[in-house]
């Protein structure tokens, strides 16, 4: 099993960053790629960023590329999701997710099946 809990929400205006932080426990953190999901009221759950067990390879949705980044700290079993030049439309529910082995295309970072656990999600609130 692995516990995984988020933090860093908040409220923010359009244009401002937050620092989302997801700390692991249980299973050893570095042999699980992790991702950050968001789902938005009344819309599905979609894939935000994702990074391997390394924290070599990192994958990103259209809609946040160049704006979010990804990163993760093994010795601190932390996986973290900087967010800049938010925008109304990045408002949602923020869900850290891991799964085992590596992630092979950016196709298949997205697949939310592919993630076996989850935390509880963190709110983000983007004012215009």
């Known amino acids: 099993q692995v516990q995984l809990v988020e933090s860093g929400g908040g409220l923010v205006q359009a244009g401002g960053s937050l620092r989302l932080s997801c700390a692991a426990s249980g299973r050893t953190f570095s042999n699980y790629a992790m991702g950050w999901f968001r789902q938005a009221p009344g819309k599905e759950r979609e894939f935000v960023a994702a990074?391997?067990?390394?924290?070599?390879?990192?994958y990103y949705a259209d809609s946040v590329k160049d704006r979010f980044t990804i990163s993760r700290g093994n010795a601190k079993n932390t996986v973290y999701l900087q967010m800049n030049s938010l925008k109304p439309e990045d408002t949602a529910v923020y869900y850290c997710?891991?799964?085992?082995?590596?992630?092979?295309?950016?196709?298949?970072?997205?697949?939310?099946?592919?993630?076996?656990?989850w935390g509880r999600g963190t709110q983000v609130t983007v004012s215009s």
């Open positions: 997710a891991a799964r085992l082995g590596t992630i092979a295309t950016m196709k298949n970072a997205q697949i939310s099946n592919e993630y076996a656990y």
């Open positions: 990074i391997s067990w390394s924290g070599v390879s990192t």
